[in-house]
């Protein structure tokens, strides 16, 4: 089965550039997705199919991909971006899913 | 604007089944484009996808779990279901259900239910 590993916590300063990533054997061949959650919070999308952000989601979050390592980055980044971020893909099958272990942002 | 809500026992024993409802408003579960999963998440933990199953039935479940898991859907109620069976304390986790709209998102999960917390406790 596919996994997908992120580094546990990323730090950033406010205003500043957070790079958070994602690394896994089922890309380049499928899609990533990332979520945000907030404390107490279920997860919100904020990025679909690499790139896309959906409608609400401010202009700083944008996502990239290159071979196996996939990257969410916020720029920017404010005090409300503190949150947890899950990657997550379709396996190589397509008839499952998998998230990434997590990232905890904490904006210093 | 479509909105799930999960409803369930928050309190299980060890080797009964855990089984939980997510109930569509704002919209039909019986749409050629969407996909309907269960996820949980352990306290403190990561994310866990359960399962999925589409409105006229075929699931597809994580295999770490597919020997204990059923996805059941009743479109007449705009309605889908979660069985766990023999559950045991490693089961105790925050179960949400969403919405995967494959013709725009593709394999995003890109609406969720608020969660409802379930521990399996004797």
């Known amino acids: 089965s596919s996994e997908l590993t992120q580094p546990p916590s990323v730090s950033v300063s406010p205003g500043q550039t957070a790079r958070i990533t994602c690394s896994g054997d089922t890309w380049p061949k499928q899609y990533a997705y990332w979520y945000q959650q907030k404390a107490g919070q279920a997860p919100v999308l904020v990025i679909y199919?690499?790139?896309e952000r959906p409608s609400g989601i401010p202009e700083r979050f944008s996502g990239s991909s290159s071979g196996t390592t996939v990257t969410l980055t916020i720029s920017g980044t404010q005090a409300e971006d503190e949150a947890d971020y899950y990657c997550?893909?379709?396996?190589?099958?397509?008839?499952?899913?998998?998230f990434g272990g997590g990232t905890k942002l904490t904006v210093l | 604007q479509l909105q799930l809500q999960e409803s369930g026992p928050g309190l299980v024993k060890p080797s009964e089944t855990l089984s939980l409802t997510c109930t569509v408003s704002?919209?039909?579960?019986?749409?050629?484009?969407?996909?309907w999963a269960w996820i949980r998440q352990p306290p403190g933990k990561g994310l866990e996808w359960i399962g999925n199953?589409?409105?006229?039935?075929?699931?597809y479940y994580n295999p770490s779990l597919k020997s204990r898991v059923t996805i059941l859907i009743d479109t007449s109620k705009n309605q889908f279901f979660l069985k766990l069976t023999s559950v045991t304390a490693a089961d105790t986790a925050t179960y949400y259900c969403?919405?995967?709209?494959?013709?725009?998102?593709?394999?995003?999960?890109?609406?969720w239910g608020q969660g409802t917390m379930v521990t399996v406790s004797s």
């Open positions: 199919k690499d790139t």
């Open positions: 997550q893909s379709a396996g190589s099958s397509g008839t499952s899913w998998v």
């Open positions: 969403a919405r995967m709209d494959y013709d725009i998102t593709q394999d995003a999960f890109d609406i």
């Open positions: 704002g919209g039909s579960i019986s749409s050629t484009s969407y996909y």
């Open positions: 199953i589409f409105y006229r039935g075929s699931t």
